[in-house]
């Protein structure tokens, strides 16, 4: 090999130590800085992720220094450091491998000379020495790093006042291997990681998600731990024992069992609230004529641990009646970074949404936590709704329309009549006179109902009360029914308008005059329609659009008239042509044009009397079961918070476990129990009198608005 | 003293809470086809955020259009779940993935609890008339219009062992508006499961 490349290789091997060196080095550095980062922050309860960061910053600002050597480990300097530890090279290598160079013969005597000398006991001697002190150094602070979490655990069991929940009355109660419990709670990642210590606990409230480890001096020899049933494992940790759980979304009792006796810690989870939203802008439902331009959108959000994103959400509904359609989208989407608070901004365009008269657009804010565990969490504001008039909205606003024509009433049609008249025209033979007759009455009541419909359309028309045709109860016969709409009918009309006119102005006797004219033209209308009247009248010249909308549906009225009769007297045969006819009439009308009055539908009565108990089938009513008290469960704590105040007095140690087990069960059901009995559990615990803390525990226990075993509605059955 | 079923149905703030006006009709025209229970002619309508919320035992919710419930409306609803009211919920858009059940889902969900699928073994579907399976199936389902799906489940919150919401996504609202007075043109009476709601909101 030739002495450049020697040279080379030794340059390589010290680069390797200095790096060696560095990195032990820094190693050294990060576990003093944490031994005594450790020792501050959790005298101060607070994170240790800081000091790790502060320690990473440390070492590797160490780490850059230490290799800045590497720039002086160039090929003349390597080969002065080599002729100072090989003093026989005598400064052979030095002239081999400067880069000016020599002649071939020098070279071949100067490569013949270094080749018999080897310098690679002194460069590992100078490597050995290069790492051995920073090993030793690193070693010595990973000791001090150990020492240092040691004594923060060994200043934890101390007593301190400050300490959550720790009592007397626990600790002198507790068994050994229990006495000196502590219990490390971390928060979960997304809420900082946070550590927090609670000495002796009874319970430890949490976020849902924290890891709560429970600790003590000890083996752990004997000691076996259950949440809620599941069997939590115990390990040794140095002269320690510890159990850790996460705390869930539902309280639970963490049971702690050593032959010497037991310890119940209660898991009260608390539940990471979701984002506040407010929405500022728009601040109201808004109408608008005309969907141009923009809106300005605004809010303002808040959380109890950080929020990540937020933005507006708006859905377009389009369409009406049983028609819809939907159109959603977000804007004004940002990041808060883990922010507590922020603000929402954004503009709504109105002529991007292409919104069209009827549209309406649902708007709201919402925002995100960063719950990583249960969420996240999405709060979202009041929605606003933005909505477009329709065409001809402000013309008829304040007009409420006529009710529309009750279409949905159930009438037979008269097609279907004519079909049922059929049936039974053809049955005829084989029908008795009276099953005939019968059934003949039963469709010719329907045909009656029918007209009457008719009946109302064509007075509806006139202006008159729509049921006008028939003031009477359901099955009686009216005596316009008695006959078909005529032209003397006119006498006893105008007779019943001149009272009316009595004591009327002469406006509205002009008004009344003119509609008995109207009415008198269709009354003869209809009579010469069916050709019945004695006075033909010709419409095709001079008739009124009121008798000429109405002209086919008044040949139907009485078509419809001369069938109920026929079919009253059981004759179908006869009562089929006026039957076809009527139906030939309202297929006219339906050519005619349609006219629809817009207005609320109209509120439909039952008549409860005539239909109660007629359905063709029968159900069959449950067993019906008593409804039980709103809450059974409140007289169970109430029963179980006296036999502990009960026990209190006798072993107050037992009343505090079975005070802790109601509360854990009453955190969710009824919470201002648990609030009153964690009271009183705290003045036990310090070995106070409780006695206040109790009886008002036990007025929220009996406190409860009682109610009886049947429900409120169970009269009606 | 024996009070009378009001058949009540719900408006809120969003939304066409009017949609289905002949359902109230023609459920109470059922009741009393089919039972003795003393009930109202006419339905009454109550406003979510208001007091005579708790005046009726059952409120009936339906709409097409997205359902976003106010701040009162919300809070009054929990309490009437807690209660001991019932709200029976229909989907009347009954759309793929349509608004009013995205948002009526979330906003119940926010007011009263997560809603769950109801196992067609609940008492509901046994209280009067027997539906061994389930919640009867609507012509629009059946139809293959809206959402293409004629779904097996209603769904529901609880309060205990007792239903506190009845969510339906089989649009019965549009199955049963119509005129009471057309039932007799049915060959079978498809309001039937409607008396059976009503009779378990009465009786547990």
Known sequence: MRPLERVRRTRRTLAAAIAVRAALWGVCTAFIVGAIGIVMTRRAEAS?????????????????????????????????????????????????????????????????????????????RAVLRAV?????????????????????????????????????????????????????????????????????PASVAALVGSTIALEAPGSGDGIAADLGGASVPVRRAGDTW??????????????????????????????????????????????????????????????????????????????????????????????????????????????????????????????????????????????????????GEYDSVAVEGAAPPEADKSLISQRMLIILTEALEKRRPRLTRETLVSESRSIGRDQTRLRRRV????????????????????????????????????????????????????????????????????????????GSGEEILDFEGDETPVVAINRPLLEAYNAMWEASRELDQGETGRALPPMRRALEAIQRARQAERIYLRGKAPAVVVDLARIRLTGKETGSPSVRVARSPADPAAARRAERLAAAIELASRTPAAAIDSLVLLRIESLDAAPSLAAAVADAIEAL?????????????????????RRGAVGAWSGAW | MVSEFVFATAQYESGDWDSAPLVPANLIDSVARYTSLAVAPTGAIVALASDGLFRFPLV?????????????????????????????????????????????????GRAIGPLAQLPNTHALYSAFFKFPDGPPNTSHELNGWGDNLVHSHLLAAMRGDRVVVLYSNKDYSSEWGYHPDNKRFLSIDNTKFGVNVIVYALTR
């Open chain 2, 60 to 108: 009936f919710l339906t709409g097409h259009l997205p359902v976003r419930f106010t701040e009162a409306e919300r809070t009054n609803l929990r309490r009437y779940a807690d209660r001991g009211g019932m709200l029976f919920v229909d989907d009347h858009n009954h759309d793929i993935d349509g608004a009013f059940h995205k948002t009526a889902v979330e906003e119940l």
């Open chain 1, 242 to 391: 510890q159990a850790s759980v996460t705390m869930g979304q539902r309280p639970a009792l963490l049971r702690l069992r050593h032959p010497s006796g037991e310890r119940i810690i209660a898991l009260e989870p608390k539940p990471d609230s979701i984002p506040t939203v407010r929405l500022g802008a728009p601040a109201r439902d808004t109408v608008m004529r005309v969907a141009r331009g923009a809106i300005s959108l605004s809010a303002e959000t808040h959380d109890d641990l950080g929020l990540v994103n937020g933005g507006f959400e708006y859905i377009v509904s389009s369409g009406e009646g049983e028609s819809f359609k939907f159109r959603s989208g977000t804007l004004g989407a940002r990041s808060f970074g883990g922010a507590t608070s922020g603000a929402l901004g954004a503009s709504l365009s109105l002529d991007q949404l292409a919104l069209k008269p009827g549209d309406l657009v649902h708007l709201r804010a919402v925002a995100r936590d960063g719950n990583t565990v249960t969420g996240p969490g999405v709060g979202a504001s009041e929605t606003r709704v933005l909505r477009v008039a329709r065409t």
């Open chain 1, 132 to 200: 051995a002190r920073p090993t030793v150094a690193a070693l010595a602070a990973l000791v001090a790093l150990l020492i240092a979490q040691r004594v923060d655990v060994a200043a934890a069991r101390r007593p301190s006042n400050a300490s959550v929940s720790t009592t007397s009355t626990a600790i002198r109660d507790a068994p050994a291997p229990f006495a000196r419990l502590v219990a490390v709670v971390r928060t979960p990642a997304y809420a900082g990681g946070r550590v927090v210590r609670v000495e002796s």
């Open chain 1, 685 to 705: 615990r310090g070995g106070n009198d409780a006695t206040a803390l109790l009886a008002r525990a036990r007025r929220v226990a009996e406190g409860g608005v």
């Open chain 1, 48 to 124: 240790t992720a800081a000091v790790w960061a502060l320690a990473a910053v440390a070492a590797l600002g160490v780490l850059v220094q230490l290799l800045a050597a590497w720039r002086r480990l160039t090929v003349p300097r390597v080969a002065l450091w080599i002729e100072e530890r090989v003093p026989r090279l005598e400064y052979a290598l030095v002239t081999a491998v400067d880069p000016v160079g020599s002649d071939a013969l020098v070279s071949a005597a100067l490569n013949e000379r270094i080749a018999a000398i080897s310098w690679q006991s002194e460069t590992r």
């Open chain 1, 455 to 530: 009946g109302d359309i064509i007075f509806q028309r006139l202006g008159d009360d729509p049921t006008g045709e028939h003031g009477h109860g359901p099955g009686e016969e009216p005596a316009a029914d008695t006959a078909p709409l005529r032209g003397d009918s006119v006498a006893r009309d105008s007779s019943r308008r001149a009272a009316v006119r009595a004591g009327r102005s002469a406006r509205d006797v002009a008004a009344a005059d003119s509609a008995d004219s109207a009415r008198a033209a269709l009354l003869r209308a209809a009579s010469a329609a069916t």
